[in-house]
């Protein structure tokens, strides 16, 4: 069963850091264009960070740009997506995708997905 799961998530306050993880299982993440997506109450899921599996291009969304860092641990099939000084505006629920064939770039912009995790909660606030 081809699964992603997310981890990480939970309350910050702001100007804080979270590290969020997101663990395949039943197939190899670097074989996928990875992405991290996040959709707060009333507003359309978006993209925020995409990793691409073939020249390893980064896209980031502009309101995270210098302050999230997208990543990938090949021996831990896992992708991370580091958070740093988080803003209330951040607060969503995050989930994690893959796709097959696609760029980091486009990925992000049209919210594209194969496979998608649960998705974890983040919160931003004091």
């Known amino acids: 069963q081809l699964q992603l799961v997310e981890s990480g998530g939970g309350l910050v306050q702001p100007g804080g850091s979270l590290r969020l993880s997101c663990a395949g299982s039943?197939?190899?993440?670097?074989?996928?264009?990875m992405g991290w997506f996040r959709q707060a109450p009333g507003k359309e899921r978006e993209g925020v960070s995409c990793?691409?599996?073939?020249?390893?291009?980064?896209y980031y969304a502009d309101s995270v740009k210098g302050r999230f860092t997208i990543s990938r641990d090949s021996a831990k099939n896992t992708v991370y997506l580091q958070m740093n000084s988080l803003k209330p505006e951040d607060t969503a629920v995050y989930y994690c995708?893959?796709?097959?064939?696609?760029?980091?770039?486009?990925?992000?912009?049209?919210?594209?997905?194969?496979?998608w995790g649960q998705g974890t909660q983040v919160t931003v606030s004091s």
């Open positions: 995708a893959a796709r097959r064939i696609t760029t980091s770039q486009l990925m992000c912009q049209l919210t594209m997905g194969d496979y």
């Open positions: 039943g197939f190899t993440l670097d074989y996928y264009t």
């Open positions: 990793l691409s599996s073939s020249d390893g291009s980064i």
